[in-house]
Structures are given as structure tokens and as C-alpha cells.
């Protein structure tokens, strides 16, 4: 966080539309892809010059241009000149800490998502933000960087000439791409379900320190998921609502990407209130272990009490004790001892305090 807040103090006093990137740095440059299409054309490249888009911004058919590693703000300064979009909406690509949002520029709409990984070796969820441009006929993704993204299928379905896809204008596109995002949601989320199941029998059996660390993660993650999804509602009713760009056809889908949002959402508070609860559950565990502990203590105290007063009675070595010069006065003590011993266990468990 702080480091966030530093790169974000090399903006003070810049104006408005200023491109400074503001994020974690990729490695590696800028790659763009290209890849053109209609119901019986298809074209996929990549491109080195950022002029050889403008051949794309008017053609009668359905362009997607992804760029990879958006750390470089002469790219998409280049970018922006090409298709003619506001400094803005170039501002906050670079600015890679952006909630998933939706803004309407007439000519075309400019989109804000969070495409989300989890990491095995780690364990934990690590985030990239997408930004979508949505034009009549061309769709421009940006990724922040290069190791992969969930669009893999999406591109199949794409080079397939009897896909859905080919035969739907570029508002279908940013469906596409939107519900390729929310899908993978689910899968984050049953690797969560996995990890809170195991959390649980750890916190039954054995609810140590280490377990407690685990929670607190796990917690930090919900978190960190819910500020990611629970916005991306208003996205997608924004984009269903109505704009000139979004056809009719295209509206049925992004009801049902409505839905899933909405079944994310539900499945992140759920999680949230286990979460919760595992936390209350591991401080009970804690208090009923310290309270069994207690327990035991004070028995044992409240046995020996009457013992160590027999034996400072004994201990005062008055010389005038009757006691004292009896042969037998030890092991009566003794046994007296043993006796109210077991006598205040056999009451300790009648009233079931042990």
C-alpha cells in the first residue's frame, strides 16, 4: 500500500490526463495482437508499428487488438492518437490500481475489470486490471502484463468460422471477453471453498497459532476479492441499460454475465461469514482450552488447600502438641491426607467438575 501511495505522489501537481503509469513494472515490452474477422474472413498478427492499427479503426469488420504490458505511456499515447481517445481514459489505463468501472465517451465506452489469478505455490490471489475500449467495430483490450491471460478458448472460438462469435459485431466481443473474466471467478472461488474446508478441520483438530495466520490471510483475501467483484455489477448493468453501441442480441448475454456477477457476489459473502465465523470459532477454541486448563489448576489448588493446612498446623513444632510424641500421629496424618483427597475427588465428579 504504501508503495502505491508513494507512485502515486510522482502525479501531485501534474494536470489532469498526465500519463504516468502507476502500478507493479513488467518486465519485457509492449506486445500487441491483432485479430480481425468476420463471418467468412479471418485475420490474426502481430504488429510492431502502433500506425499499422489505423488500417483496423474503419474496416467494415470486427477488430480485437490486445495490448500486453501497459507500462510504456508512449505506446499508448500512439494508441490514443490512432483512434482518437481521450487523455483521460489513457490516464487511467496506465494507472493500474483502478476499481472496475464503466464511462461513456458517445463514440465508444471505456471499461475497467480486474482479471484474477491464484497462485498455487503460494496459495494466495494475485490480481491484473483489464481495460476494455469498445468502439462500432473494433474492441481494444489492455493487460497489464504477459504471462497469460483467460482468453485462450475465446481466441479458439474466434479462429473457428462456425462460432457464434464470428457472426456478432464487436458489442458481442466485449461480452465475450467480460464473460470469460467472470467465469474464471468460479474458479478462483472453488479453490477458496477447498482452502476454507481444510482451514476448518485444522481449526477442529488442532487450532494453533499457524491456523490462526491462515484466517487472517484468508480474510485479506476475501477482502481483497469483494473490492474486485462486488463493483463489476454496476459495469455490467451500465453496458445492459443502453447505449447505441450495445445491440439488442448482445443484452440477452449480458443479462446472464448479470447473473453470474450476482452468484460471485453471494459466493464471496458467504465465504466472508465462514471466514468470520472461523475466526470466532478459533477464539472460543482458545477460551475453552484456557478455561479446561484453569479448571484443572483449581481442582488441584482447591485439594491441596486443606492438605497444606494440616501441615502448617503440624509445621508450627509447638512443644506442647499431642501429637507430636505419638508413634502412629505420621501415618494418621497421612492417611487423613489421602482420605480428604479422595473424598473432595469423588465430590468434584458427582457434581461433574471433572
Not at 480486474?114 to 483490450?141: A, F, R
Not at 491441596?304 to 502448617?312: D, R, V, Y
Amino acid at each position: 500500500m504504501s508503495e502505491l501511495i508513494t507512485k502515486r505522489s510522482r502525479k501531485s501537481g501534474l494536470p489532469p490526463g498526465t500519463l504516468v503509469h502507476i502500478g507493479r513494472k513488467k518486465a519485457g515490452k509492449t506486445k500487441i495482437t491483432v485479430l480481425d474477422y468476420d463471418e467468412t474472413n479471418f485475420q490474426e498478427k502481430e504488429i510492431e508499428k502502433i500506425d499499422e492499427c489505423i488500417q483496423f479503426r474503419d474496416r467494415p469488420t470486427v477488430t480485437w487488438i490486445n495490448v500486453d504490458s501497459v507500462h510504456q505511456p508512449e505506446v499508448l499515447e500512439n494508441i490514443g492518437k490512432c483512434f482518437a481517445f481521450h487523455t483521460l481514459v489513457l490516464e487511467d489505463i496506465l494507472d493500474t490500481d483502478q476499481r472496475p468501472k464503466i464511462e461513456d465517451y458517445n463514440e465508444y465506452l471505456y471499461i475497467v475489470l480486474k482479471m484474477l489469478y491464484y497462485n498455487e505455490k503460494m496459495s494466495e490471489i494475485t490480481t491484473e486490471q483489464i481495460s476494455l475500449i469498445v468502439g462500432p467495430n473494433y474492441v481494444i483490450s489492455f493487460q497489464e502484463g504477459i504471462e497469460g491471460d483467460v482468453f485462450t478458448h475465446l481466441r479458439e472460438l474466434i479462429r473457428n468460422d462456425k462460432s457464434r462469435i464470428r457472426k456478432m459485431g464487436a458489442d458481442y466481443l466485449a461480452y465475450s471477453l467480460i464473460d470469460a473474466i467472470v467465469d474464471n471467478y468460479f474458479t478462483i472461488l472453488e479453490k477458496i471453498g477447498d482452502n476454507i474446508e481444510l482451514l476448518e478441520e485444522k481449526l477442529v483438530e488442532n487450532p494453533t497459532t499457524n491456523v490462526m495466520h491462515e484466517i487472517h490471510m484468508l480474510k485479506r483475501e476475501m477482502i481483497f476479492l469483494r473490492k474486485a467483484v462486488w463493483p463489476l455489477r454496476e459495469v455490467i448493468s451500465g453496458m445492459e441499460r443502453g447505449h447505441a453501441l450495445i445491440q439488442d442480441s448482445t443484452r440477452i448475454f449480458l443479462r446472464d454475465v448479470y447473473d453470474h456477477t450476482i452468484q460471485v457476489i453471494d459466493t464471496v459473502e458467504i465465504y466472508r461469514d465462514m471466514v468470520s465465523g472461523m475466526l470466532d470459532l478459533y477464539l472460543s477454541s482458545i477460551s475453552n482450552r484456557l478455561n479446561a486448563v484453569m479448571k484443572v489448576l483449581t481442582i488441584i489448588t482447591t485439594i491441596f488447600m486443606p492438605l497444606t493446612f494440616i501441615a502448617g498446623i503440624y509445621g508450627m513444632n509447638f512443644k506442647y502438641m499431642p501429637e507430636l510424641e505419638w508413634r502412629l500421629g505420621y501415618p494418621v496424618i497421612l492417611i487423613v491426607m489421602l482420605a480428604i483427597s479422595v473424598m473432595m475427588l469423588f465430590f468434584f465428579r458427582k457434581k461433574k467438575w471433572l
